[in-house]
T-cell receptor, first 116, second 110 residues
């Protein structure tokens, strides 16, 4: 398997623009996670899905953020409108389950977002 | 106060030294404790996990959990330049999401 695939790898946009990040999880994994990483706050869970259904979106910072998983092989994270404070690296991860350390989360390479 | 605290470093040690990385946490309900390694411009990858208290060894790496002190450690023996990375601790209640530390950036000097 190619692992978790994310696109684009880098995104530079201007404040107010819509940004869409994409993720293809590992085939057969039932869970998909979206994280955001910054120097100040570290790695934060934004939302996760089980079998394409959002389970916990308590980490989504505000209504400007939305995530969808229309099928088992594709998910999007959208920011509209974007703000400079959204600049971060966004990671997608997938796993077979969520049983602590026994269900390893496999991370994608991340999307580095810069909002000017 | 954050649920999981981790010294961000940076930490620089000479090749061959023993490295000690640590995290403290506040929620005694955490049951699973993990260490992830993240190379520059890459996603984190699971290095080791431990359930509840105790030690676990895997090659040059040893993970320790002290639940009474709410303190976990990762030791790296005979450190190599290839160990240079950011190390993140993570914890969960089991059947739940992970809570990560902010990560410690480690550099092994040849």
């Amino acid at each position: 398997d190619a692992g978790v695939i994310q696109s684009p790898r880098h995104e530079v946009t201007e404040m107010g623009q819509e940004v869409t990040l994409r993720c293809k999880p590992i085939s057969g994994h039932d869970y998909l996670f979206w994280y955001r990483q910054t120097m100040m706050r570290g790695l934060e869970l934004l939302i996760y899905f089980n079998n394409n259904v959002p389970i916990d979106d308590s980490g989504m910072p505000e209504d400007r953020f939305s995530a969808k998983m229309p099928n088992a092989s594709f998910s999007t994270l959208k920011i509209q409108p974007s703000e400079p404070r959204d600049s971060a690296v966004y990671f997608c991860a997938s796993s077979l389950g969520v049983s602590g350390g026994t269900d390893t989360q496999y991370f994608g390479p991340g999307t580095r977002l810069t909002v000017l | 106060q954050k649920e999981v605290e981790q010294d961000p470093g940076p930490l620089s040690v000479p090749e061959g030294a023993i490295v000690s990385l640590n995290c403290t946490y506040s929620n005694s309900a955490f049951q699973y404790f993990m260490w992830y390694r993240q190379y520059s411009r890459k996603g984190p990858e699971l290095l080791m996990y431990t359930y509840s208290s105790g030690n676990k060894e895997d090659g040059r790496f040893t993970a320790q959990v002290d639940k009474s002190s709410k303190y976990i450690s990762l030791f790296i023996r005979d450190s190599q330049p290839s160990d240079s990375a950011t190390y993140l601790c993570a914890m969960s209640f089991g059947n739940e999401k992970l809570t990560f530390g902010t990560g410690t950036r480690l550099t092994i000097i040849p």
